[in-house]
């Protein structure tokens, strides 16, 4: 059975309550309980977590590495400035997915850089709550992939980059 790490940064635990033109009107138990289904169906453990602490975030991202075969994060406000959960996803080496409910790359200037992307699999953004529902499927889709010892263009774009090629 696969197993993914869920991870929401901070102040996620207040969906629902406000901002719900932007976050959407689903609260976090309401999207984990999506997520929790989806990976039923998809014989997938999902371990579902929310900090609205860095190093906590860190600490998970780490201890990942033994118990999980993946992860998907919403870094939430630390995509824009942490370079330690950065440093934590690459040092772990699991497929990472990058989910953010809105399009960050549409609103402020500070928003539009990731220091996460660059480490991630692959980045969803601006669907809203149906966003982590697609980064399951795809970190799912990648996983039997690579257990397969198939290709999926994560892992195609990750040995050009290797070899030095763009
Ligand atoms: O769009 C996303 O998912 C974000 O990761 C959400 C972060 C924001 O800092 C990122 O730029 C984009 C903010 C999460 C705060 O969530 C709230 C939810 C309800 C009410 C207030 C905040």
């Known amino acids: 059975m696969l197993r993914i790490r869920v991870l929401h940064g901070p102040n996620l635990n ?47 991202i780490q201890e990942a590495r033994s118990e999980y075969d993946g992860i998907i994060i919403n870094p939430a406000a630390y995509t824009h400035t942490s370079v330690a959960i950065r440093d934590a996803i690459a040092a772990v080496g699991l497929p990472t997915v990058e989910v953010h409910l809105s399009n960050i790359h549409q609103r402020e200037e500070f928003r539009h850089r990731s220091y996460v992307s660059g480490v991630a699999i692959g ?10 529902l697609l980064a399951l499927r795809g970190l799912h889709d990648h996983l039997i992939a690579s257990r397969r010892g198939k290709n999926t263009p994560a892992q195609s774009r990750s040995r050009r980059t290797a070899k030095g090629r763009k």
Do not use: F
């Not at 009107?25 to 999207?31: E, K, P």
């Not at 998809?42 to 609205?52: F, I, M, T």
């Not at 980045?123 to 982590?132: A, F, K």
């Open 14 to 60: 207040l969906l629902g309550s406000r901002e719900q033109s932007i976050y959407g009107s689903l609260s976090l138990d309401a999207v984990d309980s999506a997520i929790t289904k989806l990976a039923d169906e998809l014989a997938v453990k999902v371990d579902l977590r929310q900090s609205n602490s860095e190093g906590e975030l860190v600490t998970w």
């Open 123 to 132: 980045q969803i953004s601006g669907l809203g709550s149906t966003g982590y």
